[in-house]
Structure formats: structure tokens, C-alpha cells
């Protein structure tokens, strides 16, 4: 494979030698990495610590890619070798035999995320998916199982997502028929496009599936409930009346065995449904605490929200492997010399390249601090210490946008983490291509990207129904003004500390300064409120009568996604922001406020269109906008090291066999 | 694994019923597929008719990704039955056994790039890189070897990127010395960052290497030549002084052997030096017919463009097949039923979904049309139809644009359109999985594209370097006039037709009326045109006393990847808008006409934050063209299977297990 050339006309160099660089490298600084990195462990620091200590022999990911079945064998048995350890316990209630640190039990399998995707994913199905909807949907009857599911002597699937029914659960077409005569519920596929596809743990492993289905009592539907069902014998053939099949080979995860279910007439016995939002008396009777079917399909997926908190930290770890890696060869790749020199330049001190991985490196700060507010939210709910259901829908909305953020950070950081390393990117060898192979799925399941952020975006708005249904201009800016203040389950010091920074900064007019942070802010602010104010009123439009409904919802679509992506942004901004006022230690507060600087100003920056159409920025700040993120980027260059060092990726897991200069 | 929900409370629906969609699906139109695929066939129809018939099992892909060892095979059989087609030889003049259709010779192989790229980089290093070196740089001495290498009976490799230097070939630190004594000349890795890296056929097949090293005779360094070094004994054991490695596994194209060689003063004859620019006479003594040694540099690495033109072509080819599946699967897949309707709505329906998949099927057109134009430049200077070396030079510079512009679109569309088929896109079975996999390393092979765009920019500066020296604000203004009209290999019916469009567009001003391809053309001119004047203004200050060069070049590098971008959007632009001009089938150009409009204003759009920040556009006008993009995408959509049908691909290389619905 030929390569690029420069046009310069230099000598052909001599063999490098070792003097020193144009951007002298700081020795990475490990008592300032060791600093940020206990801020950036957050709550859980010592079950990162933990994690960090287990055998990478043991739980790291293979050295090479192997073939389908031997990956899928070697992460059974990992998944075996997890179970000793204490975490999967930890996401379950006591009185199921768990430790109900359910904070822990996300942020352990975070760490998993620097390992092999594959584990990552199969401990998800097995504790977070499957687990889930035994503990969390099932009933006291269902109890017994648990402690069976985590010692991983019951495996099991998460059968929801169907071939004709992917992001519209509610319409999914498996039936669970109560049948009064035998007290049993049937379980069955009526078309092809019910067939349940893409299970995770079903082509090989799993013995008991959580079926999704429309449950039918006395010929009336109640909508999507879950129902256990045995899909293998003792001997590990497919029960009666089961259709197993193998997704079979995929772009990546294929320690994961994917597979296929279909139900021909299927009966269990009535315990087997997860009755604790829909259950069947002794009399065959249907009853659920929750009337409104809707509602109640809602609620019982809301209790499944942990499922996307763990995609968006393992997709998080994933982009901090990339770009350790990455920036572990950059600062010691040399290519080209400058004119006059016969000393090769390190490729991190292009600017070009500086923009292409330092705001990167920013985001993962910023998105690895939103986590932890996000996992400690969840903490709270799944622990009972916040129990209103406007809380439960908050952490529903905040999930599903951090998920979008984090997923689509991951595919475009490991993306251009590939490309930046060039040849050595592509090879097994360094990593990267398993990241991207593996985290590529991450986008789209667990929820599509694109269609969470018209589920944040509509949350947004439902919240405010009561206000929304006469909402005249007044009521807009009330709108606007609660949704800041009062949206979000923030630590309220959190909110405070923002609160402040905004008001410290000076009021909208030409002259922005994107250093002061409140003005960083504000602008983010803007943009979320201009966006759902406009939804608001266009949305509002599609209740007139005569109005084509679904073609004022498809023409605002883009819009939805707008305002969903804004809405996350400020979020993930304040968090950010209220975070390094938080840090202890100075010299590493000092280096998080650059860095929080840089994923602010380049957020913004990547909107620069709609600041400039909607005239928030005068052209000749968007132009200094520009100048002030490289300006940032060069600053934080000489730290670049020590950045990343202070993700705390465990040790063993980066080995690769790229260096720089060599 | 589960996966999004939306908030509308639909009742469950009913299995879907087959009636009428929302847009009504026109039946793809045969007839206008067919005229538009002669459009787009361009030049070379009947090579591409002709691979089009060749025989799937025989040439494509394997159906499940095969052990890496296994796959290597398979292609090594595949490229010896492609041998037997006349395309090879195509590739190479009639004095050395060829047939000098140069131009037959790359759309031939761009078809391959529809099946199994790994078949398509292994014909591409075989026939092309390796070929090409012994057929341009070589001598009458060395036509010998082309017969047989062209049937396979010889392989070989192109060892040009080393560990420590792979963007940098100027400075590669492998060395080839005289020895007079002897006669000979010895190669040599002499530290081990000149280790040959990634050579394509190294690690298993290739007997012969045509080795870049340092030439060294009489003790002067002459810069890099190219020298043929058997690496392989008849045995297949390593030749002496020669170590081979492998790379091993890779994110894709493991079918292609990817290798490392090192060279322990291994000794060839003289004769072995690819003379043509740089030879060593009976005497011992170098002589060149290029006195410069840079020129001489850039002259040997100028003939070896078709290598970046056939990547292109590859790319191109590998979009738009993952189009193609794509655009099936939309059509064909509903989910969600609209408010008020039972009848679940098509996803290409929707708007985010159109506005992901149908302006790159737009670009995918503009590209293939400007590749044609640049197979045909590239086949008038190979062929001798055209000798100027600013011919020569404007060819490269248009080459590595292309490529660029192809690459990134081929990386960006796989992977929106894994996206947007969810899981079934994750699928081996799919096909996307391996054009994702195996596309991703075009971005940065054959040149990096970040290196290329800037190489781009500095080429468009160089031609005009004698004005460049006393640039007042005056050249600055005759600069870029002769920028536009004359950098370019363009028939000048091509030209013609452009100017007439832009000069029949009104003139600039705040009433844009977006729908006027002249006035789509003149946005995109002046984008590029400011863009270059600016930078000829910056690096003019790089010449001024006490400046620090590497500063002001390192400060510049962005503005060179956007000016080197917006040349060659430009460039693809008017390609396409000529081309549509020249459609000879009335109904078929309508249509085109539209998908260039598409095309040009999603150009534009992604731009939108520079026109506002230029005063180019007002903000106002930058809404109003967002939402004529919406109109363009809508209107598109019924034609949507149409447009992917005319791409023409094999039968048998998209079968997919994937459909809408079941």
C-alpha cells in the first residue's frame, strides 16, 4: 500500500535522533493524574480500584480474534469466572438475596467496558437484562430465582426485540394467551415477523428466556407484559415447541451468541408470568395496579432503564481505551520534518490532528462526569430514596440521552482514533479494531439513537402537558424557564453552583467572552430553550383541527432531534461545569477547567451554524470561537498524557504493540 | 437486547395489513433505472457489462466471514481465475505485452469493488501497485516480467511504507547502495523503524518486492528509488538476508496478507533498479534525466497515481453497494403506525430518515460521475494522449482529492448505513458488516487524507508560485479567477457548459434563489476561491524575515484541509452539473437533475456556519435552504429504489437476508 507525501521539498532525513521536540513533552505528572483521576472515578473510586486489580489473563479480552465458537465458549467461561466476583450480587435487592448497591454494580460493569465488549455484553444479558426483568418485573414468587441467575447456574435471555419489531416494542406481535382449562399461558409466534431476534445468550447458553409478548386474558388484550419461558432441556436441546437459530457470525461481539426464538404454541404455567405490573388471580382474572395500559407499559420498561445506563458507561470505557491508545502513539510518533529542521515533528503537536483528539479527550471527561450523576440518580431510584414518578421519568429521559451522547461519541471517537493511527490502527493488534467492531452495535440497541432523542426531546414536553395545552406565549417562557430550573434530578449544590456561574456572567450582547464559564453555559442554555420553545409552538399546530398529524410529526422530526441533542448537551455541560468547581486538589481543578473549557467551547463551536442563523453570535465571534478552541488545544497538548493516564484504564488491558518512534 | 420505545400511546397493532403506504412506493421504473445506470455507467459500459456476467460464486465474497488463513486462499485462487479476464492486461502497454486500455482497466476494477474487497485490494497491490512500478518506473530491461505478472505466474508487492515513516515517503530510511565491486546493489533496513510495514501480499504470496530505499552510489545519496528484491526463495522459504513477518489479523480485509520486511544487506544485481528516472550505468556512475532530486521524487510517485484512483473507485463501489442494501431494507420496512391509522409508516418515510440515507445517494452519484471524469484524464496521460507535465501534475492533484472525497463518503455511508438498518445491518449476513470492516483502512491508505486534502491545497498554490511571489491584492484577485478557469483537466465542453450555468445565474446577492444550479455552482466557487486567497495571503507572511515558519504553516494546516475540501467539492460539483446537462434521455435527467440539486445543496448546507460567517448568506436564506433540502429529500423518495437499481450491481453480490417486512 502506497502512501501520502508531502510537497515540501526536503532532504531525505537521516535517522532521527532523539532531541527535543517542538512542544517540550511534560513527563506525564503522575501526581496530576493521580488527582484528576480520583475525581474522575466519582463515587464509586473503589470499586473502580477494585476492578482494576482483577487478573487481565482472566477477564481481559483474547489476543487475537477467535473463531466464533471457541469466543463464545471462552466468555462463558469468563462470565463463570465474574459470577465469584461480588458485583453481580450488588444489583439486586436484599430480599432477593443481593447487596442492593446498585451504583456499584453499574460502575463494575463499566470497568468491564475496557475489557472485551463480548463479556461486556453477555454479563449485561445475563445480570442487567435478564436479571433485571426477573427482579424488577417478577414477583415475590419470582425471588428464588435470583440467587440462581447471579452464581450463573440459571442463564438466561432477554427476549424482546422482534424481527418485525424493533424500536416499537409496544407493537411487538408474540402472543402469551392465559388458558383458563390448564391454568398455563401459551407463548406464540402468529408470523414470521414475530419471530425474536438478535437474543443475546440464546443461540448457545441460555436455558430460560424473558419473553415479551401481548398478553391476552379471556380474549382481551393488556398489552406487552414478560413471561418466562424454558426454551432448552436439561440436555441443552431447544424445548417443545421452541425454534432456536444462530444469528451467526456479526461485525463484532461474536463471543456473544445472538440468536433466534420462535414459540409455536408454547405453555407455561401461569406463575411463570412477571406479574408485579400485570398478574393472573387464581381465578384467571387479570388485575394491575396500573390502569392505564399505557402507562403501564411505560412504567415496566422505565424499571428496565439501568439496561441503557450500562450501555452508555461500557461505550464510555470503550472511547477511553481508544484514546489512550491513540494518544499514547501520538505523543510518540514523529512524520515530518519543519522546514529547517532536521528533527522530525510529534504528529500531536499538528494542529490538525490537536482538533481532530483533544476536544475528543474533553468529551470523555465530560461524559465519564455525567455518568456518574446519572448511576448515582439511579442509585437513588432503584434503592427507594427517591420514589415519585417524576423522578423515575427524569432518569428515564436522562438515560436515554446520555446513552445517545456516549454511544455516538464512542463510534465517531474510535472512528477517528483508527484513522489517526493510520496502518497501525487497522491492525488486530492495537486494539482499536475490536473497539470499533464491537462498539459499533452500540448506536442503535438498548434503543435507537435517533429515535431516543425524539423520546427526550417529547418527554420534554409531555412534563409540561398541563401547561402545554394552552400554552400562549407567557406561557412559553414559563415553559422555557422551568425546564431549566427544574427538569433535571441534580444534586441541588449542583444546580446551585450553575445557577451562580450564569448569573456571574454578563448579559446576552455582542461582545460574548467564551472564557467566563456562566457565558459557556448561557449559550447552551439558548439554544436548548429557542429549540423547545419552537417545538412547542409547531407541535402545538398538529392539534388543529384539519391537520394532517402525521405530517406536522414528521416534518418536525429533525427538529425532535434537535432539541433532544441541545437538551442532553446542557445537561452534560452542567454537570461538567459544577463538577470542577467541586474538584479538591487545585493544580488538577486548574487542568479540569481547561478541559471543560474545551468541551464547552467545542460544543459550541459545533453549532456554530445555528448560533450564527439565529443570530446569537456575530460573525466575528464564531470566527473567534474558532481561534479560541485551537488556542485551548494547544494549551492542553503538553498534558495530552496525562489526560488519559488518569482514565485509570487497568493495567494489561492497553498492551499493544504500537509506539511512535521506534 | 432491548431497544427503544416511543411515547405516543398507540394501541398494540394488529399485524400489519399490506395496504397503500403513506408515499406511495412507485414500482421501481425499469426503464428509468436503465437509462439512468447508461448515464452513470459513463465511459466504460461495456467493461462493466461485461463484469457485471462474471460468475458470483466464482468472484464474490464468501457468505461467512472465513478463518483469516483460509480467506487468504481463497483470494489467492480468485485473483489467479481473475488473471484469465482480459482486464489485467489492460492496465499496461503494448511493448510490454499489454493492451493499453488504462481506462478499462480501472472500471474494471472498480467493479470489484462490489464483491469481496479483500479480492480488490490483493489485485490492486498485485496488478497495480506491484505492476505499475515495474511497468513506469522500470526499464526496456524489466518489460520482461510483465507478461508474467499479469498472468500471476509472478507475484509481487510494493514495499513502500516503513514503521518509522508512512505519510513521510521522502524520508524513509531503508537503504539501496552501489557496490561497485560486485556490481551489485545492497538493501538494507537500518534501524527498525525502516521496516517495511503493512505491504499487501507480503506475509504469504509475493516472490518479488519492488523496495523504495534511499539510493547511495559513490557514496551520494540520490533519494528514493525503487529497486526489485526477491523476497522468496522457489521453495516459498524467505529469501536469504530477508526476514518476513506477518501482521496478522487486521479490522478487515483479512484476506489480504499483510506483511513486514526487513532486509539484512541483502544483494541484487544492478540491473534490478527501476531505472527510469535514475539508473546506474555500466560505469558505476547515477544519472538521471531529472536533474532536481525532488523533482525527480515527485515525478516517480506521480506515475503511480492510478493506485489512489482505483482506492476511489473501490470505495465508490463499496458505498454503493451499502446503499443499495440500505435503500431495500427502507423501502421495504415499516414501524410505527401513524396517529389516527393501523397501517405502520415505511421508515424511508420518515424525515430523519431520508435526510440520512437520500442526500448520499446524491453524493454517491456526483462521485461516480467525477470519477469518470478522472479515469478518463488518467487514461489520456497514461496513454500519451496528453504529456504536459501540468496535465500530469493537475492529474494527481485531482486524484488525491477525489480519493479523499470518495474515501470519507464511502466510511461515513457504511457506517450511517449500518445505522439505520439496526440490528440486521450488524449481520455478517447483511454484507454491511464487511464493507464496513473492510473499507475503513481507505481513509488513511494511499495517502492519508488529512496529508492528501493539504497536499491538494498546496498543489493549487505551487501552480500559481511565480504570480505567488509579488501576490498583491490585485494577483490575489487574478489568482483566483485563473484558479476557476483554468486548474482543471476538464473537456472543455465540460467548462463551457459550466460557465454558461454560473453566468446565468444572478448575481450575488442577499436574494439567493437556491434552486438555480448556477447559483448552487457560484456558492460553491466562492467558497473556494476565499478560502485560497486567504491562505496565499497567510503563507505569504511565512516568508517574511524572523518569522517562525513551522508556526505559521502549523497555524494554516486547517485552513489548507478546508481550502483542499473546497476545491474539490467545487470540482465534483461542476463535474456533476455538466454531466446532468449532457443526459441524453429526457426523463432520466429530470431526475438526475434533481439528485444533483440534492447533492449541491447538502454541499452547501454542511457548510452553512462559513457562508454565515462570510456574510455570504443571511440567516433567513440558510433556513429557507434546510428546508429545501427537507423538499428535495421528499420528492426523491419515491424514486429512492429507482436511484440504487441504476447502480447497477451484480447479481448475486447483494444477496441479503434482510427484508422490510415479513
Redesign the interface.
Known sequence: ?????????????E?PTETPD?TPDKAPDAALASALRAHLDGPFGEVRDHCRALDAATFGPPS??L?MDEHRSRVTSQLSALAQQPYAASGFPERQGGTARYGEAVAAFEMLGHSDLSLFVKAG?QWG?FGGAVSLLGTSRHDHLVPRLVSGELQGC?A??E???????????TTATFDPATDEIVVHS????A?K????NAARDASLAAVFA?LVVDGE?H??HCVLVPIRDGAGAPARGVTIED??????LDGVDNGRLLFDHVRVPRSNLLGRYGDIDDDGAYSSPIDN??RR??TM?GT?VR?RISVAGGAGAAARSALAVTTTYAVGRR???????DV??TVL????YQ??LLPRIATAYALQLAQHELVSAMDDVLAGRTTSEQDQRQLETRA?GIKVLTTRHA?DTI?EC??LC??A?????NR??AL??DT??F??????????L??VA??LL?EYQATFGDLDTAGIVRFGARLVGGTVIERSSARGIVQRLVDAAPGREEDVTFGIRGTQLRLLREREEHLIEGLARRLRRATAPGVD??AV???T??HL?DAGTAHVERVVAETFAASVECCADEDARAVLSRVCDLHLLSTIERH??WY????RLS?AR??ALTALV?EVCAELRPHAQTLVDAFGIPAGLLTTEMSG??
Chains 1, 2 share one sequence.
Not at 190 to 193: E, I, K, L
Not at 425 to 429: D, E
Open positions: 500500500m502506497s502512501t501520502a507525501t508531502d510537497s515540501s521539498a526536503q532532504s531525505p532525513a535517522t517542538k487475537v480474534p473463531p444479558v437484562l432477554f424482546m426485540t424481527t418485525g419489531h424493533g424500536s416499537d416494542v409496544q407493537s411487538l406481535l402468529p408470523v414470521p415477523a419471530r431476534d438478535y437474543i443475546g401481548q388484550s398489552g406487552v444469528c451467526g457470525p456479526k461485525l463484532g395500559p399505557s407499559f411505560f420498561l428496565l439496561g512524520q515530518f520534518a519543519a522546514p529547517g529542521s522530525e515533528t503537536d499538528y494542529r490538525t482538533r481532530r436515554a463510534t472512528q483508527r484513522e493510520g496502518g490502527g487497522y491492525l488486530w493488534s482499536l479494531a470499533k467492531a459499533d452495535i448506536t442503535t440497541f438498548e434503543g435507537d439513537n435517533t429515535v431516543l425524539q423520546l417529547k418527554s409531555t398529524a402525521f410529526f414528521n416534518a422530526q429533525d432531534v456554530k451554524a450564527l442563523e439565529h443570530d460573525p464564531a470566527k485551537n518512534t521506534t
